[in-house]
């Protein structure tokens, strides 16, 4: 199995979202084969705003799942994989794809949306990752 790693403080805000004190289900990132955890790094690159607004939809999920729309779905035809959905300054939006794997939020791919249609390329990616977290 690909391992993966706890979310720890990258999106610690002072959350506040809800008055629950124990996550439902945690957060980890998925890890390559590499070591690499490519959705930490897409985050670390994000503008300080972007990673606040979406480290608060994370933990909304995190400390209220289930959770539905606005701020998660599933991904209709992707059995088992969901997405955290962003509203970003400027009207951008951002993806955090992820499934869930022993109790456990795995976030698989993150993207920045340039069009009203996910990429086939991005879903692909993520259900990639997912089939691997799944051995």
Same mark, same amino acid.
């Given at each position: ?49 972007? $990673? ?26 992707? $059995? ?20 869930? $794997? ?34």
């Amino acid at each position: 199995m690909t391992e993966c790693t706890s979310l720890g403080t990258l999106y610690h805000v002072g959350y506040s979202v809800a008055e629950r004190k124990t996550k439902r289900i945690p957060a980890v990132f998925y890890r390559t084969g590499s070591g690499t955890e490519p959705v930490r790094a897409w985050l670390k690159d994000l503008p300080d705003e972007d $990673r606040r607004i979406i480290g608060l939809d994370i933990a909304t999920v995190e400390y209220g799942w289930p959770v539905g729309m606005p701020i998660c779905r599933s991904i209709a035809g992707r $059995r088992g994989l969901w997405e955290v959905r962003s509203s970003l300054p400027g009207g951008r939006i951002a993806r955090v794809f992820f499934c869930i $794997r022993r109790g456990q939020l795995v976030f698989l791919h993150g993207m920045l949306k340039k069009t009203e249609k996910t990429p086939d390329s991005d879903l692909d990616l993520a259900t990639k990752r997912k089939k691997e977290v799944e051995r």
